[in-house]
C-alpha cells in the first residue's frame, strides 16, 4: 500500500513539475525525497511494472483531462520507457516509412530515435487512439480545408494532436491554449481575440485558420516542413541558432542535437503520430464512432446573452454536446456584443427547434437575469488598456498575477525603476486575463433551509438531464443552491443539493 502511495504521489510530481525546475520533489507517507531530475535513474526508483503503471497514469490524465501539460505527448529519448521490446521489427518499419515518405513533403526516413518513440506509442498508449481517432473524425476535415486553402500540407493536421490531443481546451503550463496551443501574444498577432466570455484561442475554425497563417510564415524563413515544425515548437530564432551551431546544415536531423530538448523530440512525435495514423489498422487500431461529424453542424448568430442551459432547457440539446461544439465560450455563455457577431454552432438537425424556440430561449434568460442573485462578468477586452488604482496589500506580484502579465511589463509600462508602490497609485495595465472584482469572487449565494435530496452526479450527467429528473426543479436553481458558476464545473461524484417545494 505504502509503495502504490509512493507511486501515485511521484507521478502527482511528475504532472506538477515545470521543466526548468532543477528538483522534482518525491513525497511517501514518512519523507520527502529532493531528486535532481537531471542525475536520476527512475529504473533504480521503480520496477519495469512501476514505471509502466506511472506511464499509463500520466497518459490516462492526458487523454481524458482538458489541463494537456498534465503529460507530455513528446517523449524525450531518456523519457521514452520500458522500450526494449519492439512491436514491429525494423525492416517492415523502414519499409512503410519510405513508402510514407514518396507520397509527403516531409522527410520521413527511417531513424533509431524515431523507431523508439513509434514503438513506445504503439506498446504502452495504443488503447488512448481509438478515442482520439474519434475526436480526429470531426476536426481534421475541417483542418484539412484551410490547410489546403493556404497551400500546406494535409498531413500537418498530425500537429494538433501532438500540441493538444484534439482537445480545444488545452492548455499548457506556460499558458498555450486551444487545439494549436497558442501563447496570448501570438494569437493576437494572428487576430485571435481574448475578453471575459471568449477566446478564440479555443475556437476551432479561428485558430485553425491561425495555425495555417503561422505555419505559411515559417515555411516562407526556412524552406522545409521539417524546419517549420521545429520553429512552430520552439520558435524560428532557435532553429536559425540550430542551424548555425551545425555548421549551416538543414536537414532536421542534423541540427537535432543543437535544438532545445523538446523540441528534439517535437518532430518525432509528429512523425510517430502520422505513422500510427496511417498504418493504424495494420495494428488493429480502430477509431471509435465520433459524436458529430463537424458537416453535420451550423451556426446561428445570436441576439442577445444566453447559456448553453438556456438553450438545453428549451430545445433538449444536451450542454455538453453545447461545450463540445462551442469550446470557445469559457463559461458556457454567449455574449451578445454589437458588431461582434457571437454565434452558437448547433447540429444541423436540431436548427429548425433552435429558431422555433428561439424567444422562448431570451424570455428564459431575461427571468434568470432578474433572479440572479450576482451579476454576470462584464465584457471585457483582454488587449484593451485599463487604469488599475493600487489598494492596500497590493504589490506588483500580485497585480501581475491578477491580471496574467509579468512585473516586468508592468514596470516597463508605467516606468518604474522599483517594486514599491503607494495606495492610491494609478497603473497603466493590458491584462491578459479578467480580474474578477473581489465582491463578486467572494459573494456566496445562501441557500435555502430545509429538506433536500442530495444527487450524486455521475459520468455523463448535464445540469440538463439531473433537471429532468425534478419535474418542479428549473437549471438556475440548481446552479444558486450549489454556488454552481457554469456547467462545466460539473464532476462526477460532486453531492448536490435538491431543495423541493
Known amino acids: 500500500m505504502k509503495k502504490l502511495l509512493t507511486l501515485l504521489l511521484f507521478t502527482t510530481s511528475i504532472i506538477a513539475q515545470q ?71 525494423t525492416e517492415l518499419l523502414k519499409k512503410r516509412l519510405h513508402d510514407l515518405n514518396v507520397k509527403t513533403p516531409f522527410h520521413l526516413e527511417y531513424n533509431p530515435a ?19 481517432m474519434a475526436r480526429a473524425k470531426y476536426y481534421f476535415p475541417m483542418f484539412e ?38 501563447m496570448y501574444g501570438t494569437g493576437i498577432q494572428f487576430d485571435l ?37 521545429a520553429a512552430y515548437n520552439s520558435g524560428p530564432g532557435n532553429v536559425s541558432k540550430a542551424i548555425k551551431r551545425s555548421g549551416g546544415y538543414k536537414n532536421y536531423w542534423n541540427i537535432r ?25 495494420k495494428h488493429h487500431i480502430y477509431p471509435e464512432s465520433p459524436k458529430i461529424y463537424h458537416f453535420e453542424t451550423d451556426t446561428i448568430r445570436v441576439k442577445r446573452t444566453i447559456s448553453f442551459d438556456q438553450i438545453s432547457e428549451k430545445t433538449g440539446i444536451n450542454s455538453d454536446l453545447l461545450s463540445f461544439l462551442n469550446p470557445s465560450y469559457k463559461i458556457d455563455i454567449i455574449p451578445y456584443v454589437k458588431e461582434k457577431n457571437y454565434a452558437v454552432r448547433l447540429p444541423r438537425r436540431d436548427m429548425i427547434e433552435f429558431l422555433e424556440k428561439e424567444e422562448e430561449i431570451y424570455a428564459l434568460a431575461n427571468e434568470d437575469d432578474a433572479k440572479r442573485e450576482k451579476p454576470l462578468p462584464k465584457y471585457f477586452e483582454m488587449d484593451k488598456r485599463i487604469r488599475y488604482k493600487v489598494r492596500s496589500g497590493d504589490y506588483l ?38 480580474a474578477i472584482p473581489k465582491e463578486v469572487s467572494k459573494k456566496k449565494v445562501e441557500t435555502p433551509k430545509g429538506k433536500h435530496e442530495v444527487y450524486v452526479v455521475k459520468d455523463g450527467d448535464s445540469l440538463w438531464t439531473i433537471s429532468k429528473k425534478y419535474p418542479a426543479v428549473s ?10 458558476w457554469s456547467a462545466k464545473s460539473l464532476k462526477p461524484g460532486m453531492k448536490l443539493k435538491i431543495f423541493k417545494s
Open 19 to 89: 521543466p526548468n525546475d532543477s528538483l522534482l520533489v518525491v513525497k511517501d507517507s514518512i519523507d520527502v525525497k529532493l531528486i535532481v531530475k537531471d542525475s536520476v535513474n527512475y529504473q533504480e526508483l521503480f520496477s519495469t511494472e512501476d514505471l509502466k503503471m506511472i506511464d499509463s497514469l500520466l497518459i490516462e490524465e492526458k487523454f481524458n483531462s482538458s489541463l494537456f501539460d498534465s503529460i507530455q505527448y513528446v517523449l524525450n529519448d531518456k523519457d521514452i520507457l520500458a522500450n526494449t521490446t519492439t512491436v514491429l521489427t
Open 114 to 132: 524515431l523507431e523508439k518513440v513509434i514503438n513506445s506509442y504503439l506498446k504502452h498508449r495504443k488503447k488512448y487512439y481509438p478515442a482520439l
Open 145 to 182: 480545408r484551410y490547410l489546403d486553402q493556404y497551400d500546406i500540407p494535409l498531413e500537418m493536421k498530425y500537429l494538433a494532436i501532438v500540441e493538444s490531443a484534439l482537445r480545444p481546451d488545452a492548455r499548457s503550463w506556460v499558458g498555450a491554449t486551444g487545439l494549436w496551443q497558442f
Open 193 to 229: 481575440k481574448v475578453n471575459s466570455y471568449v477566446d478564440e484561442r479555443q475556437d476551432p475554425v479561428k485558430s485553425t485558420i491561425a495555425a495555417c497563417q503561422y505555419l505559411s510564415q515559417l515555411y516562407k524563413i526556412f524552406g522545409d516542413w521539417d524546419l517549420a515544425l
Open 257 to 281: 542535437p543543437f535544438l532545445p530538448t523538446e523540441t528534439a523530440g517535437y518532430v518525432p512525435a509528429f512523425y510517430a503520430t502520422m505513422y500510427i495514423f496511417e498504418y493504424a489498422d
Open 397 to 434: 506580484g500580485k497585480i501581475a498575477n491578477k491580471f496574467g502579465v509579468r512585473v516586468s511589463d508592468i514596470k516597463r509600462w508605467n516606468g518604474l525603476r522599483t517594486h514599491h508602490l503607494k495606495i492610491g497609485q494609478r497603473l497603466t495595465i493590458y491584462p491578459k486575463r479578467m
Open 475 to 484: 437549471i438556475e436553481e440548481i446552479k444558486k443552491w450549489n454556488n454552481i
